[in-house]
T-cell receptor, first 116, second 114 residues
Framework: AQKITQTQPGMFVQEKEAVTLDCTYD???????LFWYKQPSSGEMIFLIY??????QNATEGRYSLNFQKARKSANLVISASQLGDSAMYFC?????????????FGQGTRLTINP | NAGVMQNPRHLVRRRGQEARLRCSPM?????VYWYRQLPEEGLKFMVY????????ESGMPKERFSAEFPKEGPSILRIQQVVRGDSAAYFC????????????FGPGTRLTVL
């Protein structure tokens, strides 16, 4: 069974600082994908970044990068130069790429608060 | 190019009533997924459907919950005889096909059971 663990229930960071949100995963599958989503207070789920298990390079999308350490089964999200608008819940999620039914498995989330 | 649409955005029901949640996937998407988010928790998979077929319903409660995705029209998540524990945000996501990894989420329906 797949499992995602996010050990930081909440984080407080000063504006313009970089922040790392932790995510570890557990799976016996060889082919899988890892996602990060942002959920602001308005409630919608916003896709941020994706990393495939066979991707050799760490994924980057603007100020977001994914620090993928396969041997440690970790997929931490790094946000550079944080902004007030980054305050939100952040969820790490995993997908099995070989199964026909590709349900996402989510972690419990980390609430990030950016202080001015 | 409209995204995934869900309605209603907010739904209030009294205990024992029925709740119907609708999801229209993105144009060209034939795969629909439903997830439930209880307060202060992550999303939990409920069911995966293709047109006229339920592919995986391993996350659906055994009673009172059902889902469909007819040939024409939106996908429907139906909750019969709602209880207070059903209060949650219900998200629908869609994708073009099972080999495509990204799922596009709708804005969610917030169900409140009084």
């Amino acid at each position: 069974a797949q499992k995602i663990t996010q050990t930081q229930p909440g984080m407080f960071v000063q504006e313009k600082e970089a922040v790392t949100l932790d995510c570890t995963y557990d799976t016996s599958d060889q082919s899988y994908g890892l996602f990060w989503y942002k959920q602001p207070s308005s409630g919608e789920m916003i896709f941020l970044i994706y990393q495939g298990s066979y991707d050799e390079q760490n994924a980057t999308e603007g100020r977001y990068s994914l620090n993928f350490q396969k041997a440690r089964k970790s997929a931490n999200l790094v946000i550079s130069a944080s902004q007030l608008g980054d305050s939100a819940m952040y969820f790490c999620a995993m997908i099995n790429r070989l199964q026909g039914a590709q349900k996402l498995v989510f972690g419990q989330g980390t609430r990030l608060t950016i202080n001015p | 190019n409209a995204g995934v649409m869900q309605n209603p955005r907010h739904l209030v029901r009294r205990r024992g009533q029925e709740a119907r949640l609708r999801c229209s996937p993105m144009k060209g998407h034939s795969h629909v997924y439903w997830y439930r988010q209880l307060p202060e928790e992550g999303l939990k998979f409920m069911v995966y459907l293709q047109k006229e077929n339920i592919i995986d319903e391993s996350g659906m409660p055994k009673e009172r919950f059902s889902a469909e995705f007819p040939k024409e029209g939106p996908s429907i998540l139906r909750i019969q005889q709602v209880v207070r524990g059903d209060s949650a945000a219900y998200f629908c996501a869609s994708s073009p096909g099972s080999s495509f990894y990204e799922q596009f989420f709708g804005p969610g329906t917030r169900l409140t059971v009084l």
